[in-house]
């Protein structure tokens, strides 16, 4: 009996030696703090629980990153003309990777203008299709700018950087959104799923002519009753050309995350097998 207890012992350790920093290197999850909430000991508190609360998974050990005003002015203000100040950046995302088969976005209530069919939506554009994602803000916040948190996050969980003409599309069309849902007073997710099925179409179709793409615009928009103007159709025709002339290196974004993906595992299966070796070896 001692013996068999050594021998399991021992293939226990080996285990363990070969499995553990294979584990350790597939920690695909990551928080980014907006730097308000971070430097604010209540805010980040708050955050931390709604985060585990909606997990259901602990965030000991999680890969953390803080996005400032830069971080989000370095896309923004080409984009929307608009700049944040430090107080200001207080959205946060949760990203967790090993969601493999669908992209589950949750956002809370806190976030008043940006709903997850609208990230989804800009995520979708950058080559993002996998994952959990969960948005939330210790105060009122619109959540557009939040959008550069999620995809830091994502980079933070794969350790592959997204390139930056992709994230400025997927930027303009959050922002996009955002402005057509204010101009016309539309539901959010009406407008989300305006872009998905004239984004489907024009990639479908290959279509690059900006008027062919406004009157589709129109068109989808009159299906789904909106009212949609020529200026507002020639901006939404605006950001999905952007989006189609980066639709390659999204593509190879998305690429390289399912590639991370395919690699994650269970996380308990060292648990797992471990059991099995203690019922065989009787300890």
């Known amino acids: 009996m001692m013996k068999k207890t050594k021998i399991g012992f021992i293939l226990i350790t080996i285990f363990l030696l070969i499995v553990t920093p294979l584990a350790a290197a597939q920690n695909t ?29 602990s965030l000991d050990n999680i890969n953390q990153k803080i996005i400032t005003a830069s971080d989000v002015n370095k896309i923004s203000q080409d984009i929307s003309g608009k700049t944040y100040s430090s107080n200001q950046i207080v959205s946060c995302a949760y990203v967790d990777l090993s ?3 669908n992209l589950n976005i949750e956002v809370d209530n806190k976030i008043t203008t940006v709903t997850a069919s609208m990230y989804k939506s800009a995520l979708n554009s950058a080559g993002i299709k996998n994952g959990h994602v969960i948005i939330t803000s210790p105060t009122s916040a ?13 980079e933070t969980a794969s350790g592959s950087e997204m390139p930056s003409v992709v994230k400025e599309a997927a930027t ?3 922002y996009t959104q955002t402005d057509i849902v204010n101009k016309t007073g539309a539901d959010p997710d009406k407008i ?17 002519d900006k008027t062919e793409i406004q009157n589709i615009i129109i068109d989808n928009s009159k299906n789904i009753n909106i009212n949609i103007t020529q200026d507002q159709a020639s901006e939404i025709a605006d950001s999905i050309l952007k989006t189609q002339s980066v639709q390659g290196q999204a ?26 070796v203690k019922q065989i070896f009787g300890f």
């Open 99 to 101: 969601e493999k088969n």
């Open 29 to 57: 999850t990551a928080i980014t703090y907006g730097e308000a909430t971070y430097n604010n000991q209540n805010y980040k508190q708050n955050v931390d629980n709604y985060f585990k609360s909606n997990s259901g998974k």
């Open 172 to 174: 303009k069309e959050i």
């Open 192 to 208: 989300a799923n305006l872009f998905v099925q004239v984004k489907q179409e024009v990639i479908n179709q290959n279509i690059t």
């Open 251 to 276: 593509d190879d974004y998305q690429n390289k995350l399912s590639n991370i993906t395919s690699q994650v595992q269970d996380s308990g299966i060292i648990d797992q097998i471990i059991s099995i």
């Open 142 to 154: 619109t959540g557009e700018s939040a959008l550069a948190g999620v995809m830091q996050a994502y």
